[in-house]
């Protein structure tokens, strides 16, 4: 069962066109759920409504069996981590992780021994007696994470909490939240546009594209079998093909395009039975020279033109044009091809990944 309910919500900003409209998701207990999308989605408007900052017009918020939809914040016992950290500058860092638990009324010695346990999680146990000045940017934010789990929350909420740091720090920071996230079983909602860290730390991952979940599922499925063309090229699959018609026939199915037959074979990525696009990730496109012998069906393959090659270490990347648009393949070759060489370009069945149109 589902520990937080969205049921039907409805977001509006200054009565205008709906931000969420009917919307819908389930979390359960235990799970680190991350939001995804595009600027503007509506990713900090679900989390700042989960958070009791805003109200939905209409819907509910169910939260451990109870209804929540007109909880006010100050009553829902959740933890937030902000991409700003938000701590007070006079206080020492002691003092900003107890501030919560005076709040609640906690006394002198409960005070301190509390305090001192989150510090140890967040690895900050000598720290107490700094201001938030004499930090660097990963400790301010990991004073920020024991200021919001101190309260022993019933739920956790990140919004872009690494934003502010710098590459190497993001990852080290990420591993820790992902650490102490599981050594706590705290369920958490966490809101990020980059991609990579969302992956890497969800149990699950929500898609999000103008307010709608167009994909919600753990990372490795959403990864290898997108269900919509929107999520698909989100997550970097570039290749995209559209066709006509298709067909079930043994061990696979038959996808017509201008005449020609393509074969996808049965894979989780084609058991969606409305798709009518193929989505095929740069590396997962083959490019030999036109009339090399190949192992694919004979439909699989589509004359083409290297337009440009370009260097990425480990592999070429090539934009080859051919009678149905451009395709990137990235390949590994010790003789890599010139821009203007003739080559076919192969799709092996079981990297076709059949995906709805579904707001391309
Ligand atoms: N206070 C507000 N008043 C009016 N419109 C708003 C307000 N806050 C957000 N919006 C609009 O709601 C939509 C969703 O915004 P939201 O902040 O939820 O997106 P997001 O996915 O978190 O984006 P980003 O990645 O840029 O933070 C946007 O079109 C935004 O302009």
Not at 177 to 182: A, D, G, K, V, Y
Not at 221 to 229: G, K
Request: charged share 20%.
């Amino acid at each position: 069962m589902a520990l937080l309910t969205l049921k039907d919500v409805t977001v509006t900003y200054n009565q205008k066109t709906p931000i969420l409209e009917q919307f819908n998701l389930d979390i359960a207990k235990g799970e680190l759920v991350s939001l995804l999308g595009p600027s503007g989605c509506g990713k900090t408007t679900t989390l700042r409504l989960i958070a009791g900052f805003l109200e939905a017009k209409s819907g509910q918020f169910l939260f451990d069996g109870s209804d929540y939809t007109k909880v006010p914040v100050n009553k829902r016992n959740f933890g937030f981590v902000f991409q700003s950290y938000a701590l007070f500058p006079h206080m020492t860092v002691f003092d900003n992780v107890a501030f919560g638990l005076k709040l609640r009324k906690v006394t002198g010695t409960d005070v301190k021994k509390r305090v001192q346990d989150m510090l140890d999680i967040v690895n900050l146990n000598d720290f107490g007696e700094r201001f938030p000045a004499e930090l660097s940017g990963g400790q301010r934010q990991r004073v920020a994470i024991a200021r919001a789990l101190v309260i022993q929350p019933d739920l956790l909420l990140f919004d872009e909490p690494l934003s502010n740091l710098d590459a190497n720090l993001r990852v080290n920071m990420r591993v820790e939240i992902r650490r102490i996230q599981q050594e706590l079983g705290i369920t958490t909602v966490y809101v990020s546009h980059d991609q990579e860290e969302c992956f890497s730390i969800s149990d699950k991952v929500a898609i999000m594209n103008k307010g709608d979940i167009e994909q919600l599922a753990d990372p490795a499925t959403i990864f290898r079998y997108p269900t919509t063309e929107f999520v698909a090229r989100f997550i970097g699959f570039s290749n995209f093909l559209h066709f006509d018609s298709r067909k079930k026939v043994t061990g696979g199915h038959e996808l017509s395009l201008a005449g020609q037959t393509f074969f996808a074979g049965d894979h989780p990525g084609t058991s969606n039975e409305t798709a009518l696009a193929a989505a095929i990730r740069p590396d997962d496109l083959a490019v030999v020279h036109r009339g090399a012998p190949h192992s694919m069906p004979a439909g699989n393959v589509i004359p083409g033109t290297v337009r440009v090659r370009t260097f990425l270490g480990r592999s070429f990347q090539y934009v080859v044009d051919t009678a149905h648009g451009s395709f990137t393949v990235n390949q590994e070759m010790e003789q890599p091809f010139e821009a203007g060489t003739d080559v076919d370009l192969l799709f092996a069945p079981e990297r076709m990944v059949l995906v709805d149109q579904k707001e391309a």
